[in-house]
């Protein structure tokens, strides 16, 4: 196959982020398969493409409560893959579902792939929660220093939190307003775990989690499955079908793994500004053509800090930002318009792909009432640890 300029997004398939099954013992062995099997099927029936069609499938590799392993191979015998160009899973903390994107459209780009997937299913909320903090301290955590003394993945961003509230004279109340306005946009995503509206009182009272962070601050425990369908941009048009365009790509990481070994601004979140940047020179746009951003943001204040990093607002000035409206539905930059990490929901391994799936339907006009009116230019981006790296792709109308 030739090389291709551009990369089409043709269809997609997703299920509501939520709990899919009861606790230990009453699981149903092969739910995963059939979740996702079925999320497959429903994405290639909207592509009109068959199993058949697909080069190469780039799963996410799934959480530990997972008994299946070799998912990816044993996912393409369930739904009838024979892949040419590849048939992989991958990992990598907060960017596992930004890879698998990154990595079927790069084989899209250099022609090893006229149709490729990027999927994945996560079912983890029937783990047990203790081994999932000893997964997540040995995750993100250096298993000499910080694990043993048990700081928590969450509890970066509770540091993050205090550093800026202290600096800036923000309040609680204040950042209280990223939860509030995530719910105004879920209440309309079908999609969303959480639809109900929240009020400031209620993310206040919420019981603590990690100073200065409650329990409506942080995300859920969450599950799903989703499919992307991707493919050049030349069958994208012979097929019909309504599409959007991949039209740029960064990345950067800093060289920290979560929190330094010397002193850092652990508010800067540099790898979201450079990431950001590059992206915006490959699509050769502005970041001004923005219309819309999905920012893996998984508490409050990491939407407001990656927000200022990428240059939405100045240093500092997000939290002004938010409670101007700009942020929020009909703003002048309305971010995480799905709900976002705490309302849309958050099962990590995926989480990026819904976060895509998101700005698809808004670029092709189909959000619904939560719909960014004009939208023609979106950014996506997706992180892994303190945002010590950065995944952005740039989305637009064909």
């Known amino acids: 196959m030739s090389r291709n300029s551009r990369v089409a997004i043709l269809a997609a398939g997703a299920v509501p982020v939520g709990r899919l099954t009861a606790?230990?013992?009453?699981?149903?062995?092969?739910?995963?398969?059939?979740?996702?099997?079925a999320v497959v099927r429903?994405?290639?029936?909207?592509?009109?493409?068959?199993?058949?069609?697909?080069?190469?499938?780039?799963?996410?590799?799934?959480?530990?409560?997972?008994?299946?392993?070799?998912f990816a191979t044993f996912m393409a015998a369930q739904i009838g893959l024979q892949c040419k160009g590849q048939l992989c899973e991958v990992s990598q903390m907060g960017t596992t579902?930004?890879?698998?994107?990154?990595i079927a459209a790069s084989d899209v780009l250099l022609g090893r792939a006229r149709v490729a997937l990027a999927l994945g299913v996560v079912r983890q909320s029937d783990g047990d929660p203790a081994a999932a903090?000893?997964?997540?301290?040995?995750?993100?955590?250096?298993?000499?220093?910080?694990?043993?003394?048990?700081?928590?993945?969450?509890?970066?961003?509770?540091?993050?939190?205090?550093?800026?509230?202290?600096?800036?004279g923000a309040s609680r109340e204040q950042l209280a307003q990223v939860a509030v306005k995530s719910r105004q946009f879920s209440a309309h995503n079908e999609l969303a775990q959480?639809?109900?509206?929240?009020?400031?009182?209620?993310?206040?009272?919420?019981?603590?989690?990690?100073e200065p962070l409650g329990l409506l601050d942080v995300p859920a425990r969450a599950d799903g499955a989703v499919c992307l369908v991707l493919c050049e941009e030349k069958l994208a048009k012979t097929s019909g079908r309504p599409y959007v365009i991949v039209s740029g790509r960064g990345?950067?990481?800093?060289?920290?793994?979560?929190?330094?070994?010397?002193?850092?601004?652990?508010?800067?979140?540099?790898?979201?500004?450079?990431?950001?940047?590059?992206?915006?020179?490959?699509?050769?746009?502005?970041?001004?053509?923005?219309?819309?951003?999905?920012?893996?943001?998984?508490?409050?204040?990491t939407e407001i800090l990656v927000s200022e990093a990428i240059g939405f607002a100045e240093r500092g000035k997000g939290i002004e930002l938010l409670l101007e409206g700009a942020t929020g539905p009909g703003g002048r930059i309305p971010l995480n318009t799905s709900g976002g990490c705490l309302a849309r929901g958050h099962p990590p391994q995926i989480t990026a792909l819904y976060g895509l799936l998101?700005?698809?339907?808004?670029?092709?006009?189909?959000?619904?009432?939560?719909?960014?009116?004009?939208?023609?230019?979106?950014?996506?981006?997706?992180?892994?640890?303190?945002y010590n790296a950065a995944l952005v792709h740039i989305l637009e109308t064909a």
């Open 23 to 37: 606790k230990a013992p009453e699981l149903s062995a092969g739910l995963e398969q059939e979740v996702l099997a």
């Open 42 to 70: 429903q994405a290639l029936q909207e592509a009109k493409l068959s199993a058949m069609d697909v080069d190469t499938a780039v799963f996410t590799a799934n959480p530990p409560t997972t008994r299946q392993l070799g």
């Open 97 to 102: 579902g930004g890879n698998a994107f990154d």
């Open 133 to 168: 903090m000893e997964n997540g301290l040995r995750t993100v955590g250096d298993v000499d220093f910080q694990s043993p003394v048990g700081i928590p993945p969450i509890g970066w961003y509770g540091l993050d939190a205090a550093r800026y509230l202290y600096d800036t």
């Open 194 to 210: 959480f639809r109900k509206p929240l009020t400031t009182e209620e993310v206040l009272a919420a019981r603590p989690i990690v």
């Open 251 to 301: 990345f950067a990481h800093e060289g920290f793994h979560q929190i330094g070994d010397r002193p850092h601004d652990i508010t800067a979140f540099p790898a979201a500004t450079l990431a950001s940047q590059h992206a915006l020179k490959d699509a050769g746009r502005q970041l001004a053509d923005i219309d819309f951003a999905e920012l893996y943001a998984p508490c409050t204040i």
């Open 358 to 386: 998101e700005a698809r339907e808004q670029l092709l006009q189909q959000a619904g009432k939560r719909q960014v009116a004009n939208a023609q230019c979106a950014m996506h981006c997706c992180e892994l640890g303190n």
